[in-house]
């Protein structure tokens, strides 16, 4: 097997978390560091947009090194979701000035990001430690810069790149599985795919701590709208928004979900687990949202010439089946309990909502800041990893009857 992760800016110890992300870009950025910092303020005070149009239109070519990018790609689209979404739905501006929206733009073409707020900005590049001498656990992150929501959107950012951090825990294993895979070494294949079990167990776990300082309404009614993109049926800005500088033509862009992450793509390539066309489509279109090196990892994944598939079609061992089925078993439990989280925190949420008239936000309640219609094709995602379950066997019977 001729890759390594390090190649596609993967960590064997923190996965596709950036290491080590800068806190603040240089003097000369201050306003961007600022309005980046004080956004939830500036939005409670209704100034966002008056403090943005007084800002110059900084040389992003200043920029130095990837960090530097990532965390002026990330400060911009927290600036713009404050500016675009600052009066709520109905008073969503059309258009972005020229001193966010050019050097967002021409920042988001450098790195393949879109310009809008997205997970690898969110969660994989917006955590420190508090205290450096201590790992990386969730008591020790705090989040660089959070959307509306007090310490609860804080929790939000960091919980979800402690889940990423879980993740990156079974890294070593992937490539060790996909190794053995191609060595016809059955034993190790099993050894590693035990491990990997293990790790999306602590996934979910992980998700688990969402709850501990997470509220519904919070979520739901603050925080949510300013995940939120441009463009499309059902959105305020159903044209997108138009990036003054850049061009006349609005331009699309869904907003922030961890859909972006490319743990569950790359444990869907790895299991062999497919799905149909609309499906792939949308996951695909994920993609887009990672960055590039990101993306060609998930495909280089997929793209084995020797695939875990093949290895179970042509081997009879048993401990192996039974691995692989306790690997998608594990899936799908995340897949459940995520959809669990998405009742609680959308779809009861937005219930809630319809019975007060505070509604500013109205157009975003049934749908995922993806755009999809969520529960059915959350479900269908799970349908699907159930599906490549070997037979009707008893771990996964027990998943199936226990959910809804
Ligand atoms: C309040 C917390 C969360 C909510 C409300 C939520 C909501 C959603 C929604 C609505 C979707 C459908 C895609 C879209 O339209 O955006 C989605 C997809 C997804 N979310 Fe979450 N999510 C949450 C937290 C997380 C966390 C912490 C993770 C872990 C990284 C995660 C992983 C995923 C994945 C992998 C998908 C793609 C579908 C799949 O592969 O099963 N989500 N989420």
Known sequence: MSFNPTDYFVSETLGFVLENPLTTLPDYFEAWNRLATDMAQLVAANTMRQQVEQMALLDWTKL???????????????????YVWQNGDKGASKTLPACVAVPLYRLSEDLGLPPVICHPGLALANYAPIDPTKPLILENLRALYHLPGGEEAEWFCIATTMVELTFARCIKSVMAALRAVENDDVKTVTSNITHITEVVRDMQTAVSRLHDKLTSDTFFNTLRPFLGGWGGENNPLPDGLIYLGVADQPIHAIGGSAAQS???????????????QDKRAFLLSMRGYMPPAHRRFIEAVENQKKTLHSLLES??????????????????????????????????????????????????????????????????????????????????????????
């Open 64 to 82: 130095e090194g990837h960090r530097q990018k990532r965390l002026a790609h990330f400060q911009l689209t927290v600036i713009a979701s404050g």
């Open 262 to 276: 490319p743990t569950m793509q790359v444990l869907d390539a790895l299991a062999g687990v497919q799905h149909a």
């Open 315 to 404: 081997s009879k061992d048993e401990e192996l089946h039974k691995t692989h089925n306790a690997l998608l078993s594990a899936m799908v439990d995340f897949r459940s309990y995520h959809i669990q989280i998405v009742t609680k925190y959308i779809v009861q949420a937005s219930s809630k909502v319809k019975q007060s008239d505070e509604k500013r936000f109205e157009s975003l309640d049934q749908k995922g800041t993806g755009g999809t219609s969520i529960l059915p094709f959350l479900k269908e995602l799970r349908q699907d990893t159930k599906d490549q379950m070997a037979g009707a066997n008893a771990s996964g019977d027990s998943i199936i009857n226990s959910t809804s």
